[in-house]
């Protein structure tokens, strides 16, 4: 494979927003791929990793009304140790994140 290419559109019925946990995590799992065919080094590799990472596990648990934590950690707990710590500090961040703006909502 030459060329990567992406394109994502946002808008009011954003399909994060629907989208099931399986189907969101098997597309970081493919970014995770096409990463391993790149010829960037380990740091640049994990940067990209964990920046996907967060912004696509942000984006679903932030604004879908219903986000599986429990897919979402079951996931998580099936990475390589350092991988799964990484990635549940995103995720408790990001749930902490939602649960202070729902606080703040009620208010």
């Not at 629907?18 to 010829?39: G, N, R």
């Not at 979402?72 to 549940?88: A, D, E, H, M, S």
């Not at 994140?97 to 606080?103: A, I, L, R, S, V």
Request: glycine share 2%; aromatic share 14%.
């Amino acid at each position: 494979m030459n060329e990567y290419v992406g394109m994502y559109c946002v808008h009011k019925n954003s399909l994060t927003k629907t989208i099931e946990a399986d189907t969101l995590l098997l597309h970081i799992d493919e970014k995770e791929l096409i990463l391993s065919e790149l010829k960037w080094n380990s740091s640049e590799k994990n940067d990209f990793y964990f920046n996907q990472s967060k912004m696509n596990l942000g984006y679903y648990i932030l604004r879908n009304a219903n986000p599986n934590y429990r897919k979402v950690f079951g996931w998580i707990n099936k990475k390589p140790r350092k991988t799964r710590n990484k990635l549940r500090l995103i995720v408790i961040k990001i749930i902490a994140k939602k649960f202070m703006y729902q606080f703040l909502r009620i208010k």
